[in-house]
């Protein structure tokens, strides 16, 4: 089909005209207003994060309302009545939560030496204290899939679907220090950040392409949606996992969890297979497997440091 006022030997470049240059100055622009946004992360890693902290923890928490409004909640607030076993299962995973939320405010006070790599000095991130502006809740949700999460504020759900996966205390801790990290981390606003910036440029590109004809519009609109997804935002859901990992298991041991079961869940997460993990540990985060290989190189020093903080010795 011949598109009027179109000559395919032209390329996209030609399509454009003097458009081009619009893209560009916009392009230029995004790239600007990404690097001016950069902040130094908790693992020291920098992050283009253009939302505030309290920004995150208010969405964080009209999501978790709206989560724990729509699902079966154990032992909610409003139930009526709440059976001997649940109670029971409700506090014990409460209590390991507890345990973690200080952990975790403990190690920001210290200065957040990220100990289960062998680091001694310090890296605080620029945006300095995070868990005291947490409002950490711990809920537990009836429903059989295996999942976990842990949006910005401190706002903690485990499906009970879990539990089976987790096995142990130390297991479930693993899960929910993993989960914890991303919030420590700031990723929910990263991804906020990012998708700002995303429907920013494609708004901005939309207007300077706006009366050209739909079949170019949807080209160009296409190759810098599809440039963003697998330039940007995939890489980065892979860096934002390992990242909560590896917070996750100094987590783990700062809270004086046993700091092996962290490879272990993720060999039992990879006997689950893929049709019944969860999306969180899906497809275009780094698979089971080689998660739990990342966990046992960095296991000698995470043994060492549970040592040293908790002072025993893990037999
Ligand atoms: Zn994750």
Known sequence: MRIPGYDRSQGLAGMLGGRGLIILAIIVGLVFWWFTNQKQGITGRSQ???????DENRMGLEAYMQILS?????????ATSCAMDDTREVERIRAIGRRL????AAWEAEGA???????????????????????WQFNVIDADTPNAFALPGGFVAIYSGI??????????????????????ARHGGERMSQGQIMSFGQLAIGLAVGDMGYDTQRMVMGA???????????????????EADIIGLELLVRACFDPREAPRL??????????????EFLSTHPDPEARAAVFEKLMPTAIAA??????????
């Open 70 to 78: 729509e699902e079966p909640v154990m032992c909610s607030r409003g």
């Open 224 to 242: 810098f949606g599809l440039g963003a997804e697998l330039g940007v935002l995939k890489p980065f859901s892979r860096a934002h996992e390992s």
């Open 266 to 279: 993720w060999r039992r997460m990879a006997e689950l297979g893929d049709g019944a993990r969860p999306p």
């Open 101 to 104: 939320q200080e952990a975790a």
């Open 163 to 184: 539990l089976p996966v987790a096995a142990n205390d130390d297991g479930l801790a693993a899960v929910m220090s993993h989960e914890i990290g991303h919030a420590l």
């Open 306 to 315: 549970y040592e040293k903080h908790c002072g025993r010795k893990l037999t």
């Open 113 to 135: 030496a990220m100990s289960v790599e062998g680091k001694t000095e310090g890296s605080l991130p620029s945006w300095g204290a995070l868990t005291n502006t947490f409002n």
């Open 48 to 54: 283009m994060l253009t939302s505030s902290i309290e």
